[in-house]
């Protein structure tokens, strides 16, 4: 192995909570996003010679991340096996605190938001990440990004609201 | 003052300039509805971020630390030839083209970019006009990173370069085009360097005179300030104006 594989393996251990979670975000679900992290982690290492030293690691891997998932999203419309949105948030456990409540009727709204709109939520809003980075992640202009985060706030927001309406 | 709600999701989100932000604040202070469309925008990011926080306190599976630890490099290296990558690169080191944003115009660039066969006879460090960090892409130095910075397109130098067009780029970064008696580009401002994702050989259709800027930037050259720009290029206040904010995007 060489000094830059070792490297990049470290760097990439050290990003595997943050890559858990945003795929997380993005597929509803706890073991497709496993799934979805560790080919997207496989795909990076047996690419390794195409990532650049000196840009950065973490907007390439979540650029193969969302890439890999788009492919699958392709895949089961093909295959006609796309979860039900409900599915979003199921696994529960026994903590019914008011905080729990909340994440779980957000998860649930994101569950239901469309998949361009939910990949962008997950970037910027769950990952936290700065706007140039995830049009990067994306690639697509910044304007492009910006509109498309508008957009799918707009669309959450107005799930929430549906839900909060629901509820009382 | 009014502002689009994508200006106030920026706001929240922290994505903006100095001046804007102050603009924003200054309004919300001022106007009860622009402050609560602000702390909507605040409260969903908080949310969000939130609901997923707790994953990243979970023990991470097994099977994604043992992917990430072997993966199949050990694999590859032992069918390929070992990419072993010094940490200093030796002087004769042949570079690594690659921008992947200009795959297309790949077989246009002029690989190698080279002090003294340019004809470079500028004031200060000439002797190199650009050159390649390790591992990283080209930027600019000497006489052209002087021009880059200083130069007004519309008040041409006698120094060797030549200014084109200055513009914003789609990523938020001021570029501009230039032209050497041998080579032309376009170079993009990256924190306080120019970074050079586009330079060709220019000399078959050039015999050392200077031509009009824009009047025959190479084609290749063209194409990449297509792919960049947003509006128009800038004129010669604008230009002057952003020249003296060092090259760095205040609204």
């Known amino acids: 192995m060489t000094f830059n594989a070792a490297t990049i393996h470290a760097d990439i251990a050290a990003l595997l909570p943050r890559l858990r979670r945003f795929a997380r975000a993005i597929t509803r679900n706890r073991e497709d996003g496993d799934d979805l992290v560790q080919v997207a982690v496989e795909r990076a290492l047996n690419r390794s010679e195409q990532w650049e030293a000196g840009t950065r690691l973490d907007s390439w891997i979540f650029r193969i991340m969302k890439n890999a998932w ?40 994101i569950g239901l938001l469309s998949d361009d ?25 910044m304007g492009t990004l910006t509109s498309r985060l508008a957009r799918a706030r707009e669309a959450l927001q107005g799930l929430l609201s549906d839900q909060a309406r629901t509820v009382a | 003052m009014s502002f689009s709600d994508e200006t106030l999701m920026a706001y929240a989100d922290g994505e903006l300039d100095d001046i804007t932000r102050h603009e924003v604040e200054l309004a919300m202070r001022l106007n009860p509805d622009i402050a609560a469309k602000v702390n909507r925008h605040k409260a969903l990011r908080s949310n969000v971020f939130n609901a ?22 050990v694999h590859l290296d032992s069918v390929r030839p070992l990419r072993a990558q010094p940490p200093a690169p030796a002087p004769e080191r042949k570079p690594r083209w690659s921008w992947p944003e200009w795959g297309a115009l790949a077989a246009t660039l002029v690989v190698g ?10 004031s200060g460090d000439a002797s190199a006009l650009a050159l390649i960090d390790h591992d990283g892409p080209l930027r600019a130095r ?21 200014l ?47 031509r009009q800027a824009g009047a025959q930037m190479p084609a290749a050259v063209l194409g990449a300030i297509d792919e960049r720009i947003t509006g128009t290029a800038l004129d010669a206040h604008a230009e002057k104006a952003i020249q003296q904010q060092g090259w760095q995007r205040k609204e």
């Open chain 2, 142 to 162: 000497g006489a052209l990173a002087d021009a880059l910075t200083q130069q007004l397109a519309s008040v041409p130098g006698d120094g060797p370069v030549r």
């Open chain 1, 117 to 141: 709109h939910r990949i962008v939520i997950g970037l910027v809003l769950v990952d936290g990440m700065p706007y140039k980075e995830a049009a990067e992640v994306l690639e697509i202009p």
């Open chain 2, 113 to 122: 970019v080279l002090a003294g066969s340019l004809g470079l006879r500028g």
């Open chain 1, 70 to 109: 788009i492919d699958e999203i392709r895949s089961r419309v093909r295959r006609d096996q796309l979860f039900a949105p409900e599915e979003a948030g199921e696994h529960v456990g026994d903590n019914f605190t008011e905080a729990h409540q909340q994440r779980m009727a957000i998860q649930k709204a």
């Open chain 2, 164 to 210: 084109g067009v200055s513009f914003l780029a789609k990523d938020g970064s001021y570029c501009r085009s230039f032209m050497t008696a041998r080579t032309a580009g376009l170079a993009c401002r990256e924190g306080n360097e120019w970074k050079i994702p586009v330079m060709v050989d220019s000399a078959d259709v050039s015999t050392g005179a200077y």
């Open chain 2, 52 to 73: 997923f926080g707790p994953v990243l306190d979970e023990e991470v599976p097994q099977r994604l630390q043992a992917s990430a630890r072997s993966g199949k490099v």
